[in-house]
């Protein structure tokens, strides 16, 4: 995306088009998997709506989650869309996203927008985190929500709240009228939470993250989510104004994936817990390859964002190709998301 940060929000949803799904590959894995209720579906702003989802089936509760995790939905023909859980932590039997109607959909939220109704049940995942709060250290916390990137926060300040610690919040939008979940945030300065809102159309342009996070201290928390060049932006103003505990939650890969080293030959790659030996091409990513052998793997973005095909290694190394593991992680060859990393030595064995 090349527009000003705010200018397109962007959907929570992890994005894989139908067209870019693997030729064979089955919807998922069914681990983890279960069918919720839509239990209301409710508009929250100009082309945003709030879907509640509750257990199907009484005595099977929903697993807990943890603020600012995400659940995969599994839609029609085969589309994995995830989203991030917007309500408190420690809800019971209640998940709540947001879904932006993005013109720049490939087909899931349009699909969601258009078909998903109360009374409706859809097969979802069990939630996962790669945007946790620091809740260990009663540190200051800074949050930068970029449109519908406000959803994951929400949680977060819910959770906050439920610690009595304060927290600032930044809200950008294009306007007033479709920045998401502004009366909730609203609602929450009264609990702790001071906001500053931003909107470009009354402000004449985007926002200045320098001017905006320059008050704050450098052992404050830094969190944000919003489209990709906020992104980007936040982290470089985090740097040049010395921050160094900054989180960010990521929707798109960092970097469009391509070759960083040259693999060639093939790889022996043994399954352990299913009791396969495969012949991988090192050039290509493993995940097919599991799939074609009929291996049970959960998997939902393809594009090494989401974290849901994260992998034990046990023995061997890997090309890491995605945005979940930090470069420390990478170096420790601990796991690896198979959707897109690649076997980097001749054989590897892997705790599936
Ligand atoms: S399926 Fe999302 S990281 Fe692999």
């Known amino acids: 995306m090349t527009q000003h940060p705010v200018a397109q929000d962007r959907t929570t949803e992890l994005l894989i088009s139908s067209d870019q799904r693997l030729p064979s590959a089955p919807?998922?894995?069914?681990?983890?998997?279960?069918?919720?209720?839509?239990?209301?579906?409710?508009?929250?702003c100009s082309g945003v709506v709030s879907i509640e989802l509750c257990p199907a089936v009484a005595g099977e509760p929903f697993p807990p989650f943890e603020a600012g995790a995400h659940i995969d939905l599994h839609l029609q023909g085969g589309m994995v869309r995830s989203y991030s859980l917007h309500n408190a932590p420690g809800e019971e039997n209640r998940y709540a996203i947001g879904v932006l109607n993005d013109?720049?959909?490939?087909?899931?939220?349009?699909?969601?927008?258009?078909?998903?109704?109360?009374?409706?049940?859809?097969?979802?995942?069990?939630?996962?985190?790669?945007?946790?709060?620091?809740?260990?250290?009663?540190?200051?916390?800074?949050f930068v929500a970029g449109g519908i990137g406000v959803t994951p926060i929400l949680s977060?300040?819910?959770?906050?709240?439920?610690?009595?610690?304060?927290?600032?919040?930044?809200?950008?939008?294009?306007?007033?009228s479709s920045a998401p979940f502004l009366d909730e945030l609203t609602h929450l300065t009264s609990l702790g939470i001071t906001l500053h809102t931003h909107f470009d159309d009354e402000a004449g342009g985007p926002p200045s993250l320098s001017s905006l996070l320059a008050a704050h201290q450098p052992h404050d928390h830094f969190y944000c989510c919003g489209p990709s060049p906020m992104l980007t932006n936040f982290e470089s103003t985090c740097a040049e104004l010395g921050f160094a505990n900054v989180h960010v939650e990521r929707f798109k890969a960092e970097q469009p994936v391509s070759p960083k080293i040259a693999l060639t030959g093939h790889c022996t790659v043994e399954l352990?817990?299913?009791?396969?030996?495969?012949?991988?091409?090192?050039?290509?990513?493993?995940?097919?390859?599991?799939?074609d052998a009929g291996v049970d793997i959960e998997f939902s973005c393809e594009e090494g964002v989401c974290g849901a095909c994260e992998t034990r290694i046990l023995e061997g190394e890997a090309e890491h190709r995605d945005s979940v593991l930090s470069g420390a992680q990478k170096a420790a060859q601990k796991s690896m998301m198979v959707c897109v990393s690649r076997c980097r030595s001749d054989r590897m064995v892997l705790d599936l």
């Open 272 to 291: 352990r817990k299913s009791g396969m030996t495969l012949e991988i091409p090192k050039n290509k990513p493993a995940l097919q390859a599991f799939l």
């Open 156 to 176: 977060m300040l819910r959770r906050l709240v439920q610690l009595g610690r304060n927290a600032h919040v930044i809200l950008c939008a294009r306007s007033r």
């Open 27 to 44: 919807l998922s894995s069914q681990s983890g998997r279960r069918t919720a209720l839509v239990k209301t579906v409710s508009i929250v």
């Open 103 to 142: 013109n720049a959909s490939r087909g899931g939220s349009r699909w969601i927008h258009e078909h998903l109704r109360a009374g409706d049940h859809i097969p979802i995942s069990s939630p996962r985190n790669l945007f946790a709060l620091n809740e260990l250290q009663p540190a200051h916390s800074v």
